[in-house]
Protein backbone atom coordinates (compact mmCIF):
# COMPACT_ATOMS: atom_id res chain seq x y z
CA UNK A 1 0.00 0.00 0.00
CA UNK A 2 1.68 3.43 -0.69
CA UNK A 3 1.85 5.46 2.01
CA UNK A 4 0.40 8.64 0.60
CA UNK A 5 -3.24 6.59 0.39
CA UNK A 6 -2.64 5.80 3.91
CA UNK A 7 -1.84 9.19 4.85
CA UNK A 8 -4.99 10.76 2.69
CA UNK A 9 -7.49 8.16 3.88
CA UNK A 10 -6.10 8.26 7.45
CA UNK A 11 -6.54 12.60 7.29
CA UNK A 12 -9.81 11.92 5.71
CA UNK A 13 -11.27 10.26 9.08
CA UNK A 14 -9.77 12.76 10.98
CA UNK A 15 -11.64 15.37 9.38
CA UNK A 16 -14.79 13.10 9.37
CA UNK A 17 -14.14 12.62 13.08
CA UNK A 18 -13.77 16.08 13.92
CA UNK A 19 -16.91 17.36 11.79
CA UNK A 20 -19.19 14.55 13.59
CA UNK A 21 -17.65 15.42 16.90
CA UNK A 22 -18.85 18.96 16.03
CA UNK A 23 -22.30 17.63 15.19
CA UNK A 24 -22.10 15.40 17.94
CA UNK A 25 -21.69 18.71 20.81
CA UNK A 26 -24.69 20.63 19.14
CA UNK A 27 -27.19 17.98 19.48
CA UNK A 28 -28.13 19.39 23.51
CA UNK A 29 -28.52 22.93 22.06
CA UNK A 30 -30.66 21.71 19.43
CA UNK A 31 -32.47 19.55 21.91
CA UNK A 32 -32.97 22.73 24.75
CA UNK A 33 -34.13 24.98 21.70
CA UNK A 34 -36.70 22.78 20.10
CA UNK A 35 -37.84 22.12 23.99
CA UNK A 36 -37.95 25.50 24.81
CA UNK A 37 -39.94 26.41 21.61
CA UNK A 38 -42.50 24.00 22.97
CA UNK A 39 -42.67 25.12 26.65
CA UNK A 40 -42.99 28.80 25.14
CA UNK A 41 -45.71 28.05 22.45
CA UNK A 42 -48.32 29.11 24.11
CA UNK A 43 -47.39 32.54 24.88
CA UNK A 44 -46.10 32.44 21.65
CA UNK A 45 -48.98 32.06 19.90
CA UNK A 46 -50.87 34.14 22.00
CA UNK A 47 -48.37 37.11 21.07
CA UNK A 48 -48.91 36.16 17.50
CA UNK A 49 -52.79 36.00 17.57
CA UNK A 50 -52.49 40.05 19.27
CA UNK A 51 -50.21 41.28 16.92
CA UNK A 52 -52.14 39.82 13.91
CA UNK A 53 -55.52 41.51 15.45
CA UNK A 54 -53.63 44.70 16.01
CA UNK A 55 -52.28 44.74 12.27
CA UNK A 56 -55.99 44.05 11.19
CA UNK A 57 -57.73 46.65 13.33
Known sequence: MDLSLLKETLGNYET???NI???LQSIPTLLDSILNFFDNF???ADTTG???DNFSS
Open 16 to 18: FGG
Open 50 to 52: ENL
Open 42 to 44: GDL
Open 21 to 23: GTA
